[in-house]
């Protein structure tokens, strides 16, 4: 079944004149409001505590798209940009071991990896593309560490292994852990030096870019940085403008400086784009892995306890909106309008098609496609109703464990298992291990706290059967009840068993 891939183009140039250079800067569990770009509305106290100026400046050159997500975690949203499939459909869902849920009432067979072939920098690099890897990866299963970077199409790849945090981010630490038995590959000229990861990653990419534009070759970057994933370390030129509150930890002010740091990073690349002289042909992607974190930081907020997300509920590994939701620019000068918002539902899949499309890159006819082009969105002069109407899906198959999670979204160190669909804003979830459903109002009760599923029966069963239809069509990771080690139901399935009328 194919799905949302309208407009996918199929036609190969035969020649790099004309190709637009394309940075996809990816940050790590930035959340929709740990920037200083308003995206619900009007500015929260976060929004005001943070300082990314070069967002916003990349904000009023193209379009910003308030109501952005991605799954809620990294590896899953890695997989669908890479492929332009949802978690569901390509089975990359995050484990590649089998797993148990913390009470032992669930087990969760492992994922796949991702399909080389239709990898996005793969069929980039087949159109003249030199691809450049710059920073975190984490798409590698456990033992064998593949497919790496280079498996799935890069050219050069900085940084980029199997882990999915640094185990430090200073230089001086050689990026590594105490005993040296882990670390960040790749950037060993910058060891025993005072330097931030966020920071020798941005030079190592200026340099790459350099070449590229010095060979006359176009250029795909993947700026994927490590920050701001833990371990929460200050980048030190930025920890002087951050006032805490009396209540606050001292990570927070760190946080805010590893926010500013990568800002830092996005100013210095927009800087040589401009220097080298191909602004007017490159294409820049902002765009967040999953929503912010709750972990690391306590429990006091500017808003009350575990409420760093507000006014979305709950954090990273959550399928709750503040797990998922991400702010996400694009700007392309002379290409689409420059100040521009859009409030249609988009979803981290869709830069795949929007990077195929905007480079004139083949796509194998038979290939699938659920992500849709947001040039065509940037374009339209209001929303298309192919987006209007679309449906996004979501799926945390295993319970996500952290024992320094908390909040009641977190109770006992970590997120229920979970699905869920999002519709005309409105959002059904199925909680795995309790087998029940939850609805929200997402345009009344953007913080879900209100669960309308009984006072909405019809509208949720709509919902029910379009998230068990997409599910069993991609026979999604499926977990087991245990002991029994029965099937745990489909949706509708464990919908029919409630009987809510």
């Not at 593949?146 to 050069?156: A, L, M, Q, S």
């Not at 000229?189 to 590229?212: N, Q, R, V």
């Not at 009396?246 to 002010?253: I, M, P, T």
């Not at 913080?447 to 309308?452: A, L, P, Q, R, Y």
Request: glycine share 8%; net charge neutral.
């Amino acid at each position: 079944m194919l799905y949302g891939s309208a407009g996918i183009g199929n036609a190969q140039t035969n020649s790099n004149e004309g190709k637009p250079n394309v940075i996809l800067f990816l940050v790590d569990d930035l959340g929709w409001n740990d920037t200083s770009l308003p995206l619900s509305g009007e500015k929260t106290k976060y929004n005001k505590r943070y300082d990314t100026p070069n967002l916003e400046k990349l904000a009023r050159q193209g379009i910003t798209f308030t109501n952005a997500h991605s799954q809620a975690l990294c590896v899953p949203s890695r997989a669908s940009l890479m492929s332009g499939q949802n978690s569901i459909h390509n089975g990359v869902v995050g484990d590649y071991k089998p797993t148990l849920d913390k009470y032992r009432n669930l087990e969760i067979p492992p994922g796949t990896v991702l399909d080389v072939r239709y990898a996005l920098p793969q069929l980039l690099k087949k159109n003249g593309y030199k691809t450049i890897h710059c920073g975190k990866y984490h798409l590698a299963e456990y033992d064998g560490g593949r497919p790496t970077p280079e498996d799935i199409g890069f050219d050069v790849n900085i940084a980029g292994s199997i882990i999915g945090g640094p185990p430090s981010y200073y230089g001086s630490d050689d990026f590594a852990n105490k005993k040296k038995t882990k670390s960040v590959k790749g950037l060993e000229a910058y060891h025993g030096k005072d330097i931030h990861l966020t920071k020798a990653l941005t030079i190592e990419a200026i340099s790459e870019m350099e070449k590229a534009v010095n060979a006359d070759e176009p250029f795909f970057l993947y700026m994927a940085h490590y920050a701001v994933h833990t371990p929460i370390m200050e980048h030190k030129p930025y920890m002087d403008h951050v006032q805490l509150e009396a209540f606050e930890k001292d990570a927070e002010a760190k946080y805010a400086s590893m926010i500013k740091g990568v800002d830092v990073s996005l100013g210095q690349l927009m800087a040589k784009v401009k220097s080298l002289n191909i602004d007017d042909n490159t294409l820049i992607i902002f765009y967040s892995d999953n929503g912010g974190r709750v972990l690391w930081r306590g429990n006091q907020t500017l808003y009350g306890d575990y409420q760093f997300n507000y006014p979305l509920r709950s954090g990273k590994a959550s399928i709750y909106e503040g797990g998922l939701r991400v702010p996400a620019v694009i700007s392309w000068p002379g290409r689409i309008a420059a100040g521009r918002q859009s409030d249609a539902p988009v979803i981290i899949e869709d830069l795949y098609p929007t990077v195929i499309n905007a480079t004139q890159t083949a796509v194998p006819q038979y290939y699938n496609v659920d992500g849709m082009d947001l040039i065509q969105l940037a374009k339209a002069k209001k929303t298309p109703a192919s987006f209007k109407n679309r449906s996004l899906y979501f799926y945390l198959p295993y319970r996500f464990e952290g024992a320094v999670f908390n909040g009641e979204d977190f109770a006992d160190g970590g997120v229920t298992p979970s699905s869920a669909i999002i519709k005309d804003n409105w959002k059904l979830i199925y909680l795995h291990g309790d087998k029940k459903f939850e609805l929200y109002n997402l345009t009344n009760d953007i913080g879900e706290t209100s669960n309308v599923v009984n006072d909405y029966p019809k509208r949720a069963e709509n919902l029910v059967l379009e998230l068990d239809a997409y599910m069993r069509g991609y026979n999604a990771v499926h977990p087991l009840l245990l002991p029994e080690r029965k099937p745990l139901p489909w949706p509708m399935e464990a919908w029919k068993s409630l009987k809510i009328e």
